[in-house]
């Protein structure tokens, strides 16, 4: 059974820092996509940000560019997304997502509350 369980959201003040975890479990996490989707209130499910199974290709919509860097950790079924200089526009629920391709986006977690407000 696929799990993936996101962690770290939060309310942070705009221009701070926050880092979000996702755990996996349930399926060979090494060979799977990942990425990170959000969602604000009253608007459509966006994609911010991919890596591919071993890590060494990336992509970011235009909006965090620069600000947020996904990354993971194999060895441990996890997937990070650092996101720093956050503004109140980021304020969304964030979802990780694990597919068994690169653009693709099989399995969904939870999602965790990001807020930025001061």
């Known amino acids: 059974q696929v799990q993936l369980v996101e962690s770290g959201g939060g309310l942070v003040q705009p221009g701070g820092s926050l880092r979000l975890s996702c755990a996996a479990s349930?399926?060979?996490?090494?060979?799977?996509?990942m990425s990170w989707f959000r969602q604000a209130p009253g608007k459509g499910r966006e994609l911010v940000a991919s890596?591919?199974?071993?890590?060494?290709?990336?992509d970011y919509t235009d909006s965090v560019k620069g600000r947020f860097t996904i990354s993971r950790d194999n060895a441990k079924n996890t997937v990070y997304l650092q996101m720093s200089s956050l503004k109140p526009g980021d304020s969304a629920v964030y979802y990780c997502?694990?597919?068994?391709?690169?653009?693709?986006?099989?399995?969904w977690g939870q999602g965790t509350q990001v807020t930025v407000s001061s």
């Open positions: 997502n694990a597919g068994v391709a690169y653009r693709r986006y099989d399995y």
């Open positions: 890596i591919a199974t071993a890590g060494g290709i990336t």
């Open positions: 349930g399926f060979t996490f090494s060979s799977y996509a």
